[in-house]
């Protein structure tokens, strides 16, 4: 089978195309016939040796796809044939990958292969942050950083499709459309975003911020917050995380989170599936859609992460694999 390589760690131009074995099917695995994978930032911290979990090189990297079931045990209710998004976690920029049943997904009618590949890593992590951690509810207003991306447009369209108002934040105005696609009730370019946001507040400010970005907009984050809000940090793309002084916590109540959505399933894998079971009744209503933004052919795996290494990425971008 085709797949992609990550051979050294000097960022995407490290990537290559190679031609392996595929895998092998073991008793309680899925295996998938991908068509689709959805290209995530760690895997452009994956390039580089950054990220947290590290994998011996050479290696396949690919956390989300979307394709057809080539086999299941028995036990899982899927049948070959049947079209699934899934979340291997690694191994997914290839022909072929095989995912342990807990995290396979069947997709709606409705659903097509595309919109698949985009759901799992940023409709999860969303999912997680917004339910699980900040207890979003309806009429909450919530402040999105990066809202043109993958994950914000995904926040922005979690929200609303739960109720919320949401305020996103771009880095300029070529990418107000796409955050407005998302759903987005207003947007506000990164430039002094708090003092538009207490504008558009009436000062109340908001009562969440979901900030994958970090860097230099913590201190304006903070100021964009509401007594007793709630800001989650899902990452860090700006770069450097910047210091929180108690203080700044204390004089308005404010609620620090750490999103790490992947810690937390990977100690109950059976989360997933209720993650999915919740989110089903919005896809099969149409509501969540995600925004998806450039494709390319699997040879150009090094092209698609620049795309997100250098936050050119508008939309969620997609690695036609088949």
């Known amino acids: 089978m085709r797949a992609v390589h990550i051979t050294r760690h000097a960022g995407p131009a490290a990537v290559e195309v190679v031609e392996l074995d595929e895998p092998t099917a073991e008793p309680d695995s899925v295996v998938i016939d991908v068509r689709?994978?959805?290209?995530?930032?760690?895997?452009?911290?994956?390039?580089?040796?950054?990220?947290?979990?590290?994998?011996?090189?050479?290696f396949v990297p690919g956390a989300e796809v979307a394709g057809?079931?080539?086999?299941a045990p028995s036990n899982t209710g899927l049948t070959a044939g049947q079209r699934v998004a899934a979340f291997p976690g690694t191994g997914g920029y290839a022909e072929t990958v095989a995912v342990p049943?807990?995290?396979?997904?069947?997709?709606?009618?409705?659903?097509?292969?595309?919109?698949?590949?985009?759901?799992?890593?940023?409709?999860?992590t969303m999912h997680f942050?917004?339910?699980?951690?900040?207890?979003?509810?309806?009429?909450?207003?919530?402040?999105?950083?990066?809202?043109?991306?993958?994950?914000?447009?995904?926040?922005?369209?979690?929200?609303?499709a739960l109720g919320a108002r949401a305020i996103a934040v771009v880095s300029g105005p070529d990418k107000i459309d796409t955050a407005k696609a998302a759903g987005s009730d207003e947007v506000v370019l990164a430039d002094d975003f708090d003092q538009a946001v207490r504008k558009l507040t009436g000062e109340r400010g908001v009562d969440l911020v979901v900030d994958p970005v970090g860097g230099d907009?913590?201190?304006?984050?903070?100021?964009?917050?509401?007594?007793?809000?709630?800001?989650?940090?899902?990452?860090?793309?700006?770069?450097?995380?910047p210091q929180v002084t108690t203080d700044s916590l204390m004089r308005k109540n404010l609620d620090l989170s750490g999103i790490g959505w992947?810690?937390?399933?990977?100690?109950?894998?059976?989360?997933?599936?209720?993650?999915?079971?919740?989110?089903?009744?919005?896809?099969?209503?149409?509501?969540?859609?995600?925004?998806?933004?450039?494709?390319?052919?699997?040879?150009?795996?090094?092209q698609a992460l620049l795309e997100l290494d250098q936050r050119r990425a508008?939309?969620?971008?997609l690695l036609d694999v088949r």
């Open 217 to 241: 907009r913590l201190t304006g984050s903070l100021n964009s917050l509401a007594r007793e809000g709630r800001y989650l940090v899902v990452g860090a793309a700006g770069g450097h995380s």
């Open 314 to 317: 508008q939309g969620k971008v």
């Open 262 to 302: 992947g810690a937390f399933w990977q100690e109950q894998p059976s989360f997933l599936q209720q993650q999915w079971t919740d989110l089903l009744p919005l896809l099969q209503a149409g509501k969540l859609t995600p925004v998806l933004g450039r494709r390319f052919p699997l040879e150009q795996a090094a």
């Open 101 to 124: 049943p807990t995290a396979v997904f069947p997709l709606p009618d409705n659903v097509s292969l595309d919109t698949g590949a985009a759901l799992p890593m940023n409709y999860l």
């Open 68 to 71: 057809t079931v080539r086999s």
């Open 129 to 160: 942050a917004l339910v699980r951690r900040a207890h979003l509810q309806p009429g909450d207003t919530v402040l999105v950083h990066g809202a043109a991306g993958g994950i914000g447009t995904a926040a922005v369209q979690l929200a609303t």
């Open 36 to 58: 689709v994978a959805g290209v995530t930032y760690p895997e452009v911290a994956q390039s580089r040796g950054e990220y947290h979990l590290r994998r011996t090189l050479p």
